[in-house]
Every structure is written in structure tokens, then in C-alpha cells.
Nanobody, 121 residues
Framework: QVQLQESGPGLMKPSQTLSLTCTVSGGAITTNAYYWGWIRQPLGKELEWIGYITYSGATNYRPALKSRTSISRDTSKNQFTLQMSSVTPEDTAVYYC?????????????WGQGTQVTVSS
């Protein structure tokens, strides 16, 4: 029922700022008490949690990425956005947006299909 769709550029150059938008349908991102997260998976590696924004707008980030990561939302469009500055080739991965809950840890029930982001000069 809930559907998520990532959008944004697939190719980035080092030092640029990545911006990905997740459009949600079938449920409002303001609905108590869901979390809206970003997760990525580099080729051949495990899923890596990036961060989330809650139904009320609170955010949390992976400590290693916090200094250059920002998640925001546009409730009128039912969208939330990931921004990651100063990207490097190590940021190359498939990026997913997904829905979580307050007591789910890093488990998510609905996922977008994922979008490949490649950082290359």
C-alpha cells in the first residue's frame, strides 16, 4: 500500500553535494509514529543506515556521516530528501528510502526500489 520512490542524479563528481528525494504515496510522512529513512548498499557490501527523519521532523544520522548529511522533508509534497556533501567514490552505492518505526531499530517494512549513485571523476 505504501510506496516509496527515489529520484535524483545517478552520476556525481567528487566534492559535489548529492541530493536524493523520496516521494511517498499511500501514507502521509506526518503519520504518527513512523520514521523515514535512507539506507545505502555499496557493491558487494552490507546495507548501511544513513539516517532518518521522523513523522514530527526530528532527525538522526549515522555518526560517521553526520557532519555532511542532512535529511529534510516537504510535507506538502509528502517527500523527504537526503543531502550529502563532499561526496567521494566511497559514497558510490545503491541508495534506498524506506519506512521504519520508533521501536523497530533499523528494520523497515516498505522500501523504494533503490537508485544507483556513482561518484566518479
Amino acid at each position: 500500500q505504501v510506496q516509496l520512490q527515489e529520484s535524483g542524479p545517478g552520476l556525481m563528481k567528487p566534492s559535489q553535494t548529492l541530493s536524493l528525494t523520496c516521494t511517498v504515496s499511500g501514507g502521509a510522512i506526518t503519520t504518527n509514529a513512523y520514521y523515514w529513512g535512507w539506507i545505502r548498499q555499496p557493491l558487494g557490501k552490507e546495507l548501511e543506515w544513513i539516517g532518518y527523519i521522523t513523522y514530527s521532523g526530528a532527525t538522526n544520522y549515522r555518526p560517521a556521516l553526520k557532519s555532511r548529511t542532512s535529511i529534510s522533508r516537504d510535507t506538502s509534497k509528502n517527500q523527504f530528501t537526503l543531502q550529502m556533501s563532499s561526496v567521494t567514490p566511497e559514497d558510490t552505492a545503491v541508495y534506498y528510502c524506506a519506512r521504519g518505526g520508533p521501536n523497530w531499530g533499523h528494520s523497515y517494512d516498505y522500501w523504494g526500489q533503490g537508485t544507483q549513485v556513482t561518484v566518479s571523476s
